[in-house]
């Protein structure tokens, strides 16, 4: 049998916790159960450690003082140093893989040191300096492998295979990269190794590194999984799986034990921060299930996401909100188009680098809405307000930050009459109007907007109307 298993942060949190990580994959690699386990882990950075080196990058910059870089490397090396020393109990390894840290982190050194004295902080510079986050915690979660008696590697994105466009801080998998993955894994299974691979961060082709985006390494670990035909990919969380709402928000809320990956693509677009928003599309097409598996209950099944569309009845499964969301209702001019409109909008917008969250355009006005993030507020009023300069386009627009959106997610919506009605009666009888609403043909996702202060209520309504956690 053979797994691809990636354990996040919050798993490798200190010492203690990497030696039980190690302990549980010796056990599942070991297990007696008659089935020879071939195991690729995927590691993400040290908890915190991603975050900590995105805050550090810019305020070096902005700082200037090398003995300032100084003082932060070597805190940051006896951190590291330390989870080493209390996950790794064999002294002949605790030494080579300090050595390898010290390596690591005198690369990491340079480069800060570099951006320091240059005064500027690139998207390259900024991903290589982020990736020293999983090149330091791969070399402590080999090595503790090691200690125990498992014949642990450990390699980077690059040496993995991750190919990479020049995407950063969101790259993405170049076509062909598949090959090289299997190419460089595949042996080292056939050794009886287990790889220790850096998540979250790749290689371009001339061999600069690139990160693909907060919480990839899910994304590294399901791309491992298609690439190499695994049977299945195993995403360690301190999470039960994949749940029916945010269970701080929703009373009664549960783990979905099966989801398929359309619902959880859904999901993983629309707020839900189980998951890495593009972990989904790799294994699509091998047809690879993935678990979320929770890490305080190791024997529970997870939530299984697969293949099938549907296995419970339910038309929705989940409700989902994304807080902090900001709508933008733009009136056009009489003079355009609506397509005119909504090319220029758009073009702007994509330019700027706003992401969208929902659109709809009422076919009677001469009107677009657009829900947006509202760290993005800013960004994209002053791109309207440029394509405005002389008036022939918009001829208002105004922008409401007071608002939440939401989502209904379920495969088994589609082509099922009264799903909307359900949802929509839920909230009229709550007393919670709604400003915007949209439902993409797919049919997988009904969404809508409304103001913050209905949002749980609403999201409570929903989630009792469909039953969603039974
Ligand atoms: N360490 C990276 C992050 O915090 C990747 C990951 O955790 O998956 O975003
Ligand atoms: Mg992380």
Same mark, same amino acid.
């Given at each position: 049998?053979?797994?691809?298993m990636?354990?996040?942060g919050?798993a ?5 916790k ?5 302990d ?10 008659g089935?020879?386990?071939?195991l690729v882990?995927?590691t993400s ?5 991603t ?20 003082e932060?490397?070597?805190?940051f090396?006896?951190k ?9 109990a ?10 390898e ?8 050194e340079k480069?800060l ?6 005064g500027?902080?690139t998207?390259?510079s900024?991903?290589?300096i ?6 330091l ?14 014949d642990a ?5 690059g040496?993995?295979?991750i ?8 790259a ?10 299997r ?35 899910d994304?590294?670990?399901?791309l ?8 299945e ?6 999470t =039960?799986?994949?749940?029916s ?6 009373k ?15 999901l993983s ?7 890495h928003?593009?972990?989904?599309e ?8 993935i678990?979320?598996?929770n890490?305080l209950?190791?024997?529970d ?16 499964k989940?409700i989902?909100?994304i807080?902090?969301?900001?709508i933008?209702?733009?009136?056009g ?9 909504a090319?220029?909008i758009?073009?702007v917008?994509a ?6 969250i ?7 006005e001469?009107?677009?809405?657009i829900?947006?993030n ?19 386009v918009?001829r ?5 930050s007071?608002v939440?959106?939401m989502?209904?997610?379920g495969?088994g919506?589609?082509g ?5 009605g359900?949802v ?5 009888? =709550?007393?919670?109007s709604v400003i ?5 043909s797919?049919e ?7 103001k ?7 999201a409570?309504a ?7 956690g039974?």
């Amino acid at each position: 049998m053979r797994l691809v298993m990636k354990f996040g942060g919050v798993a490798l949190a200190n010492g203690g916790k990497i030696k039980a990580v190690a302990d549980l994959i010796k056990g599942i690699k070991e297990e007696a159960d008659g089935k020879e386990k071939e195991l690729v882990i995927v590691t993400s950075a040290l908890f915190d450690v991603t975050d900590l080196l995105h805050e550090t990058a810019p305020r070096v910059v902005k700082e200037g003082r090398v003995e300032k870089v100084k003082e932060f490397v070597e805190a940051f090396r006896a951190k590291h140093d330390t989870v080493a020393s209390d996950a790794i109990a064999d002294e002949r390894v605790l030494n080579v893989v300090k050595s390898e840290l010290k390596e690591r982190i005198e690369e990491l050194e340079k480069a800060l040191i570099g951006i320091c004295l240059l005064g500027e902080l690139t998207a390259r510079s900024c991903d290589y300096i982020v990736s020293f986050g999983e090149r330091l915690a791969a070399p402590i979660l080999a090595g503790t492998l090691q200690s125990i008696g498992i014949d642990a590697v450990h390699l980077t994105g690059g040496e993995a295979g991750i190919i990479t466009n020049k995407g950063f801080g969101n790259a993405q998998l170049i076509t062909g990269a598949e090959a090289t993955i299997r190419a460089r894994i595949t042996p080292l299974l056939a050794d009886n190794k287990v790889p220790v691979i850096c998540g979250y961060i790749g290689e371009t082709k001339e061999g600069i590194t690139t990160t693909t985006g907060r919480g990839g390494s899910d994304y590294t670990a399901t791309l491992i999984g298609a690439a190499i035909d695994a049977d299945e990919t195993w995403l360690w969380k301190e999470t =039960e799986g994949i749940m029916s709402a945010d269970p701080k928000i929703i009373k009664d809320a549960r783990k979905i034990p099966y989801v398929s990956y359309m619902e959880a693509m859904e999901l993983s677009y629309f707020g839900a921060s189980v998951l890495h928003p593009r972990a989904i599309e790799p294994v699509i097409k091998k047809k690879v299930p993935i678990r979320v598996k929770n890490l305080l209950m190791p024997e529970d099944e997870g939530t299984l996401i697969g293949n099938k569309s549907e296995q419970t009845k339910k038309a929705a499964k989940a409700i989902t909100l994304i807080e902090n969301t900001s709508i933008i209702n733009i009136v056009g001019t009489a003079v355009k188009s609506i397509s005119e409109l909504a090319a220029r909008i758009f073009t702007v917008l994509a330019a700027e680098g706003v992401d969208i969250i929902m659109i709809s355009h009422g076919s009677s006005e001469r009107a677009i809405s657009i829900v947006i993030n509202s760290a993005q507020r800013k960004k994209a009023i002053n791109a309207l307000q440029n394509i405005n300069s002389n008036g022939t386009v918009i001829r208002d627009f105004t922008s409401n930050s007071n608002v939440c959106a939401m989502g209904v997610v379920g495969t088994g919506m589609a082509g099922t009459p009264g799903v909307a009605g359900k949802v929509f009666s839920a909230l009229g009888k =709550e007393g919670v109007s709604v400003i915007m609403i949209s439902q993409g043909s797919s049919e997988y996702n009904i969404s809508f907007v409304a103001k913050k202060e209905d949002a749980y209520r609403a999201a409570q309504a929903i989630h009792d109307m469909f039953e969603m956690g039974k």
